[in-house]
């Protein structure tokens, strides 16, 4: 396997730049306006590299993960890498490994003897593949979802979360089900062994099979606000005795329970405002490595995790320290924590073997990739991919993990990307434009590593600043709640404030000032955008909100109470939920605004930003509108995400009156002949 030659992150306050923007030129350097630099990225080139690896999952000395491809409809296969080093796709051609439990799935998959069980996208049904043979389905069809497989170590029994939509006049059931794998049972949509929660995730059997463990949790709760971690033994035929609630609440997140090899729980807990690692001996919880870092994340999919077992006595762990992600291992006997030497970051899930470390990783200068790292010397191989495209490095601009000042005294997070292309530099008096971006989520977070998205707009000239605001996760949980009942304030502040800051600082033109975000970023971006219509100059909101109560009372049902932490209860703060939806101020609007949407979304209906452009375009402002056939929440078609990188820069260079250097194609803005762009800060 070629090695990997893991890039230091660099903190240089411009990038790699060397200095700020329209110092003196190194030589070959041309000088041109900021946003009109040709780019050796493009937005092909981005779309290409838009595979996404996930679930790592290790069976024997076989390599498991799931690709998402964008070339091929977004569709999600399980790849294997075999002793050998030879790659292949393992599930059939056409097939689509996803599920819409929660609608945002993950834990799609699993592995056991090289027997893969799965859910089929197409139809929602658990199927079993042998190798060389083809898929059979374990479940009837029917409106059941399922995800988060468990094997038991016998074989003989699968367990998983089933969603249930066949009660049409209520909400979606969830239960952990039991699914006999031997014999000649009769095909059935699960047997019921836990329930009489709202939600359920991450059934883990012990090593000898007789005992689970899992998490549930209640509305209005989301996991990461409060979750319990409940244990039971297994019968031999199959069912659940003696369920025992061992930690967790309503102010008290569980994540990622298992079990060492002699058969100890453990679990991660935030009952310290940190998520950190514990473990259940003797009756009595005990931390394993108290420390003021984060080994959680919020569960949004199935199947994350960020510790696993190297051998009997140690842990692999990834932790986030002011919102970077490190590995390193753990003696279970001591405690004693031992960082890895590399600089890969770490994605959402770890697995391990005696010497190494195989996560979806990357770094500042790295895609990322599924790797392997030593765990004695912090070297790392690829195992594969995510692009096969090459940028030499002086195109690639680095982030700066900047704090700034923000509202109320305190102080947010965020990464800063300078502008940076080895051929050109921008005029001595001018000043970058700056496109803030702010995360879906909101309780997420974005990491330092190599984002291709982020590098198509800096090697073109323009800074971007990628903002983890109050609320994001990484920080610990205080910070996770400063959004608690300031979602439309915190943020957008956080957002505004990085703006300014950078700005004043003279890294930014405050006249071209720019926000962009997806999903719940999305509503942050539509919210910046009114209640703040004298900072940003343009925006650009990708399946964002812009009605709130409309959309608590047209989601799902994992998100259908998120809202009551971030906004109040619905109806009784319906008051709050309109004084933050900017449908019902954009007369406070004064830019221009370019929204994206798939028609296929179930998470952000399609009325949501349709509504938005309705409004914007009767105030007479310059708005772009366009929707996507196929698409559901977040795109994952490569035709998609080139129209709308191209689309986006085309706007752009539209409002701001400039010429992008690449031939990309118009997009229809109506009421453009109207605008008039402020002009651009000079030095």
């Given at each position: 396997m070629p090695l990997i030659a893991p890039a230091r992150l660099m903190h240089a306050a411009y990038g790699i730049t060397g200095g700020p923007p329209g110092?003196?030129?190194?030589?070959?350097?041309?000088?041109?306006?900021?946003?009109?630099?040709?780019?050796?990225?493009?937005?092909?080139?981005?779309?290409a590299g838009g595979l996404q690896f996930s679930s790592v999952i290790l069976d024997g000395d076989d390599i498991y993960w799931l690709e998402r491809r964008p070339e091929e409809g977004g569709r999600s296969v399980v790849v294997k890498r075999s002793p050998d080093g030879r790659i292949a796709d393992v599930t059939p051609g056409g097939t689509n490994v996803r599920t819409r439990v929660h609608e945002y799935g993950g834990g799609a998959y699993s592995v056991s003897h090289g027997i893969i069980y799965y859910s089929e996208f197409t139809d929602q049904r658990v199927y079993r593949l042998e190798p060389g043979g083809v898929p059979r389905p374990l479940t009837p069809p029917g409106d059941w979802f399922y995800a988060d497989y468990a094997i038991n170590p016998s074989r003989t029994r699968l367990i998983c979360v089933r969603e249930d939509h066949t009660l049409m006049e209520r909400?979606?059931?969830?239960?952990?089900?039991?699914?006999?794998?031997?014999?000649?049972?009769?095909?059935?949509?699960?047997?019921?062994?836990?329930?009489?929660?709202?939600?359920?995730?991450t059934p883990r059997f012990s090593p000898d099979g007789s005992r689970l463990a899992w998490l549930a949790w209640r509305h209005p709760c989301m996991p990461w606000d409060g979750s319990e971690l409940w244990t039971a033994d297994v019968t031999r035929d199959g069912r659940l005795e003696h369920l025992t609630r061992v930690a967790g609440g309503g102010d008290e997140s569980i994540f990622q329970p298992g079990w060492s090899p002699d058969g100890t729980l453990y679990f991660v807990s935030d009952r310290t405002l940190w998520w950190n690692l514990y473990r259940l001996r003797a009756g009595q919880v005990e931390a394993v490595h108290p420390m003021s870092a984060e080994l959680g994340r919020p569960q949004w999919q199935f199947g994350t995790s960020t510790w696993a077992f190297a051998d009997e006595s140690h842990l692999v762990v990834a932790y986030a320290k002011n919102g970077h992600w490190r590995l390193a291992t753990i003696d279970a006997s001591t405690g004693v924590l031992a960082p890895v030497g590399?600089?890969?970051?770490?994605?959402?899930?770890?697995?391990?073997?005696?010497?190494?470390?195989?996560?979806?990783?990357?770094?500042?200068?790295a895609l990322d990739a599924v790797v392997g790292v030593d765990l004695a010397t912090g070297r790392a191989e690829t195992i594969q991919v995510a692009s096969a495209v090459k940028i030499a490095p002086e195109y690639l601009s680095t982030p700066d993990a900047i704090e700034f000042p923000t509202d109320g005294g305190l102080t947010a997070h965020a990464f800063y990307y300078g502008p940076r292309n080895r051929d050109f530099a921008g005029p001595p008096d001018e000043r970058p434009p700056l496109i803030v971006i702010s995360h879906g989520g909101p309780t997420a977070a974005r990491r330092a590593t190599l984002s291709l998205d982020i590098q198509y707009w800096t090697s073109r000239?323009?800074?971007?600043?990628?903002?983890n605001y109050g609320g994001s996760s990484g920080y610990g949980r205080a910070y996770r709640q400063r959004l608690n009942g300031q979602w439309g304030v915190?943020?957008?502040?956080?957002?505004?404030?990085?703006?300014?800051?950078?700005?004043?600082?003279?890294?930014?033109?405050?006249?071209?000032?720019?926000i962009r975000g997806n999903?719940?970023?999305?509503?942050?971006?539509?919210?910046?955008?009114?209640?703040?219509?004298?900072?940003?100059?343009?925006?650009?909101?990708?399946?964002?909100?812009?009605?709130?109560?409309?959309?608590?009372?047209?989601t799902h049902k994992f998100e259908s109470r998120y809202f009551d932490s971030l906004l109040g209860p619905y109806p009784a703060k319906r008051d709050v939920y309109r004084a933050r939806s900017p449908i019902h101020f954009v007369d406070r609007l004064s830019c221009p605004l370019i929204l994206f949407q798939g028609l296929e979304d179930k998470v952000v209906p399609p009325n949501q930003s349709r509504m938005m452009a309705?409004?914007?375009?009767?105030?007479?402002?310059?708005?772009?509108?366009?929707?996507?056939?196929?698409?559901?929440?977040g795109f994952r078609q490569a035709d998609t995400i080139v129209r709308c990188l191209e689309a986006e820069l085309f706007f752009y260079g539209a409002v701001f009156r400039f010429t992008p250097a690449d031939a990309v194609p118009p997009v229809p803005v109506d009421n453009l002949d109207l605008w008039k762009p402020p002009p651009h800060s000079s030095r």
């Open positions: 110092a003196s030129l190194p030589p070959g350097q041309a000088t041109a306006p900021y946003g009109t630099w040709k780019s050796p990225l493009t937005a092909r080139a981005v779309a909400e979606a059931v969830n239960t952990l089900v039991s699914l006999t794998l031997d014999g000649p049972e009769p095909m059935t949509a699960g047997t019921v062994v836990a329930s009489g929660h709202d939600f359920c995730s590399t600089d890969l970051q770490p994605g959402e899930g770890v697995a391990a073997t005696r010497t190494h470390a195989v996560f979806v990783g990357g770094s500042a200068l000239g323009f800074a971007v600043v990628d903002v915190v943020d957008v502040a956080d957002c505004v404030n990085a703006a300014t800051y950078l700005a004043a600082q003279g890294k930014a033109d405050a006249d071209r000032l720019i999903s719940a970023g999305g509503y942050t971006t539509l919210a910046a955008l009114t209640f703040h219509p004298e900072v940003f100059k343009a925006g650009a909101s990708y399946y964002g909100i812009s009605d709130i109560e409309v959309m608590v009372r047209d309705d409004a914007v375009r009767a105030k007479g402002l310059p708005v772009a509108f366009l929707t996507f056939e196929g698409e559901q929440h």
